[in-house]
Nanobody, 125 residues
Framework: QLAESGGGLVQPGGSLRLSCAAS????????IGWFRQAPGKEREGVSC????????YYADSVKGRFTISRDNAENTVHLQMNSLKPEDTAVYYC????????????????????WGQGTQVTVSS
């Protein structure tokens, strides 16, 4: 089971740190991704990280503003979001995939064996 936390309401230019915690299984061997879905839009990949943190992928829209990291000891993955914009408003989901070959594939194909329930991020003044 995956559980996201850290969402909320923030003003444009602000920051939030999302966390994805796993229970019942270890994330050590999984590629982890953050995805988001805005009202009326399809779910899209935001950022993905390999099991050993040696490969990351970021959507063009968040490059330079978001940073993904993982703490296998804590069985948690984080998404640091800075310089937030109104267009970042969405429900953010984390997912874990054991067999996906690349972080780019996971994010662009919106793949995941396990999904969290999502956390709302609203960027508004």
């Amino acid at each position: 089971q995956l559980a996201e936390s850290g969402g909320g309401l923030v003003q444009p230019g602000g920051s939030l740190r999302l966390s994805c915690a796993a229970s019942g299984f270890t994330l050590d061997y999984y590629t982890i991704g953050w995805f988001r879905q805005a009202p009326g839009k399809e779910r899209e990949g935001v950022s993905c990280i390999s099991s050993r943190s040696d490969s990351t992928y970021y959507a063009d829209s968040v490059k330079g503003r978001f940073t993904i990291s993982r703490d296998n000891a804590e069985n948690t993955v984080h998404l640091q979001m800075n310089s937030l914009k109104p267009e970042d408003t969405a429900v953010y989901y984390c997912a874990a995939d054991l067999w996906i070959h690349t972080v780019q594939a996971m994010c662009t194909m919106v793949r995941g064996d396990w999904w969290g329930q999502g956390t709302q991020v609203t960027v508004s003044s």
